[in-house]
Structures are given as structure tokens and as C-alpha cells.
């Protein structure tokens, strides 16, 4: 027996309508391109979800796939949110149905995906967010990155702050061997010297994990990724910044909805006389970017007690010849909170604030 199916594509210089059999009828396509009335694309929206949970779709052919996956930029550019919102509800429907064969798509998805970077409603950036996700339970991660990294560079700092918050949400999920950490480590030490304070925050958070997942005697390419960035983009005081970071000892954590909550409690403008909130070299860096005051002006004696031990650079190069050697990742109190198996019952109270329920950066 012989099954046609009908192709008709979508050419935006004569208007024609696009018809995907199996995955989208010409009423739906109608109904979601209906600039004059936004309850019919809203309408659109959810039979398309509805048609994508349910539809078989090994029986689609792959061209009929990569067509429809083409025509969701169309609705993320809608102006109703309900109708940007329910497209990456698709996106995602579409991912898990495919399963392993989201592989050959996998450079089509991402590009939808990375359109929608930047949203500023919480909702939205959790969405798109699980799509990376999603994408990495079956494609390897570092693949996944190599191809979102690149937006690093976008003119939207919500964007850039997003790519690095998709890399962290990776690393707090994935064993550590999944990823090129050196490579990483230069691709995002630029941006803790960004010009905007959310982006140096994320890539300061950022740094915290790639410390904690290289091996001890294995950290020259994070020393080198920072020297870089204080020589080519004048940021004296990085370096005491990130060692602040890491003496605090608290990793960022991925909650079970998929968001990522930051170690570092970075107050809001008239919060510092509040007293709730601590000082540090980190706090200083992330708020100022090392421009308006020293690197260490908000430092107080309880925050140098607490480095103690950390030294400027030593625990970085695993060679410090006169201070106390970090205990390093995956040994000592200094572990993952998802290395915790191993720990002592003493221990495991002591880290209870650093938990992490479904982190894997380690290679248990």
C-alpha cells in the first residue's frame, strides 16, 4: 500500500499556506496565522499542543518534522503572549515525542529555541529553558552548548545572562565528563567582566561550578581563562572576586522546576543597612564590575576570617606554597551536594545548605 503525503510550504513572498499532514491541518494553520482576531491563534495554539502529544510520530516523515519545526519561529514572533508561550509548549510536546530521533533535528530546534532568549516573564524563561533540557536527556550536553554558546555574544544582556544560566542548569544535572570544561572556562570568562551586573553575577556563579568540577592539579585552564580577562579587559580584582566566591562554600542549586538559584545573595539598593546580607570581594564585583571602588571595599573582618586558608591565588593553581590546601572537589566538605552519599553523617549536616537534589557534576 502506497501513502502520499502533501507538502504544501510556506513561501512568504506569494502567501501561499502551509499544510504538514499528521502534524498540522490547514484549519489550524489558518486559525494560528489570524492577524485579525488573537482568540482563534490562541485557539490554534492549543489544538496544535493537543495534535502533538498525540500524534504517532514515527509515521511522519522527517521532512514533514523539520518543516513544521521551521514554521514555530513564525508564532514565537506573535504579539499575544498566550500564543509565544503555547509555541514552546509545542517545542517541548515535539522533543519528548521524538525521543531519541530528536538528534536529527537537533540544529533546528536549538534555532527556535534561541529565538526566544531574553523574555522577561519567569514563565516563559522556564519554558525555553527546559527545552535545552529537555534536548540534553538525549543528546550529548556539550553538544547542545557548542551550539547555544555562540549567543554569548548577543547585543541583549538577558540573552547572554539566559546562556549562561542554560550552561550551569547543564553542569548541576550532567556528570562532569560530559563537559569540555577548559573550553567552557574561556568561552565565559569575558563575561564576568560584562557591563551588566545580572551577566557578571551568572558568569561569577558560573565560575563556582567549573571550580568545584575540575580536579585538583587540573585548574590551570580557569587560572589562565581569568588572567586573560584582568589583562585584556582591565579588571584588577577579579581574581580576589571569584577566590570570595568559592570560600563561601555554597554552590548555585537547580530547584525541581528546572530553575537555577543562585549561592551568592546579591541585595537590592537600600538593602545593605538591612544587615541581612553579607560583604565580600564577589558581592563588591558583581554590583560595581570593579569600576567604582576596590574589589575588596566591602570586605569586612568576618569575611577575611572566612578566607582564610583560600590565599589570592593558590587554591586555583593547586600549589600554594605557604597556605593550607583546598580540599578539592569531590574530597572533604568541599564535595558536590550530590557526592553526599560518601559523606559522614557529621558532614552531611554541615552541608545541608548546599544541596542540590538532582545535580550530578561529579563522576561517581
Known sequence: MCFTFWILKF????????????????EIHDQLLDSKNYQNRTNG?????????????????PGNVEEFINFLPRLLDDSNFKVQYGTLQVLNLLIQNLETGVDKFLKHIVFV?????????????????????????TIAPQQVLDLVIGNLKHKNSRVREDVLNIIMAAMLTHPRKDFNIPKLCFEVAP?????????RHAALELFAVFDHCLETGKKQPLMKALDMVELNE????????????????ILPKLTSEGIVEYGLVVPKPGQWSMGQYASGAD??????????????????EQDSDRLCGYGSLGSLTDD???????????????????ESSSFSSTDNEQQQQCTTPNGKCSEQ
Open 11 to 26: 513561501d512568504t513572498s506569494i502567501n501561499t499556506p502551509i499544510m504538514i499532514p499528521g502534524l498540522m491541518s490547514q
Open 45 to 61: 495554539v492549543e489544538k496544535l499542543k493537543h495534535n502533538i502529544s498525540e500524534v504517532d510520530i514515527k509515521s511522519v516523515p
Open 113 to 137: 529555541a534561541l529565538k526566544a532568549l531574553g523574555d522577561t516573564r519567569a514563565v516563559t524563561r522556564n519554558e525555553y529553558l527546559n527545552v535545552f533540557q529537555q534536548l540534553m536527556k
Open 191 to 199: 563575561y564576568l567582566a560584562d557591563s551588566k551586573k545580572k551577566v
Open 234 to 249: 582591565d579588571a584588577e580584582g577579579l581574581m580576589a572576586a571569584v577566590q570570595a566566591r568559592r570560600a563561601r562554600r
Open 283 to 300: 558581592l563588591d564585583w558583581v554590583i560595581n564590575g570593579g569600576r567604582t571602588s576596590s574589589a575588596r571595599s566591602y570586605r569586612t
Open 320 to 338: 600554594p606554597p605557604f597556605q593550607r590546601r583546598i580540599v578539592s572537589a569531590g574530597k572533604g566538605k568541599n564535595k558536590l551536594p550530590w
